[in-house]
């Protein structure tokens, strides 16, 4: 059974420029969540999917950042003109019931 | 809303001690409880969780955490901790109520450092 997969695991990018994570959940996980951890702290939620469908999105998520799944499988997570403040572990969760189940992570830094 | 506190940021402890990692949380509604570990530079990986049934919950790795619903605490204890348990750990808990968020809060982390 093939876990949670995330890429690229780590990307160094200059303030300004975009940048694109890719999320592929555990096969047949309807849900997908994405995360974002900074140094010291617990995760916190960004947005989740049922299927293709973009059911909830932090205040977080500010209009900087977009999520998509648009055929209900793998996922991405753009932040556009990036800040130092978006340095971060980027972490994607899958689900079929209750549990969540999290891949390696994406770590940004922004330079 | 949920909030998570775990209210030691670090444990020290010495090999084969036991060891307790204490959280409470707090909830307008029922909730779902999970402990999550997280080695240097990985993701999470889920422990043990909590949703209804017996209090006493059995995880990987020896760990084991009680649910406490007038104390509000989800704990997590190991009789006999290994140096290979030295990570961070995680209490989260997820509201449930029809049409309520599926997200899962955080507390801040415990870092057990396990020494020989």
């Known amino acids: 059974d093939t876990g949670v997969s995330q890429n690229p695991r780590h990307k160094i990018t200059k303030r300004g420029q975009n940048v694109t994570f890719r999320c592929d959940p555990i096969?047949?996980?309807?849900?997908l969540y994405w995360y974002r951890q900074t140094l010291g702290q617990g995760p916190e939620f960004l947005t989740y999917?049922?299927?293709?469908?973009?059911?909830?999105k932090s205040r977080l998520l500010s209009d900087r950042f977009s999520a998509e799944r648009p055929k209900g499988s793998f996922s991405t997570l753009e932040i556009q003109r990036t800040e130092q403040g978006d340095s971060a572990m980027y972490l994607c969760?899958?689900?079929?019931?209750?549990?969540?189940?999290f891949g390696p992570g994406t770590r940004l830094t922004v330079t | 809303a949920q909030s998570v506190t775990q209210l030691d940021s670090q444990v020290p402890v010495f090999e084969e001690a036991p060891v307790e990692l204490r959280c409470n949380y707090s909830?307008?509604?029922?909730?779902?409880l999970f402990w999550y570990v997280q080695y240097p530079n990985q993701g999470l990986q889920l422990l043990l969780k909590?949703?209804?049934?017996?209090?006493l919950v059995k995880g990987i790795n020896g760990f084991e955490a009680e649910f406490n619903k007038s104390q509000t605490s989800f704990h997590l204890r190991k009789p006999s901790v290994h140096i290979s348990d030295t990570a961070e750990y995680f209490c989260?808990?997820?509201?449930?109520?029809?049409?309520?968020?599926?997200?899962?809060?955080f507390g801040k982390g415990t870092k057990l450092t396990v020494n020989p």
């Open positions: 969760a899958s689900s079929l019931g209750v549990g969540q189940y």
């Open positions: 909830s307008s509604v029922s909730v779902y």
């Open positions: 096969s047949e996980h309807n849900r």
């Open positions: 909590y949703l209804s049934g017996s209090t």
């Open positions: 989260a808990v997820r509201g449930f109520s029809s049409g309520g968020s599926e997200k899962l809060v």
């Open positions: 999917f049922q299927n293709e469908a973009q059911l909830e």
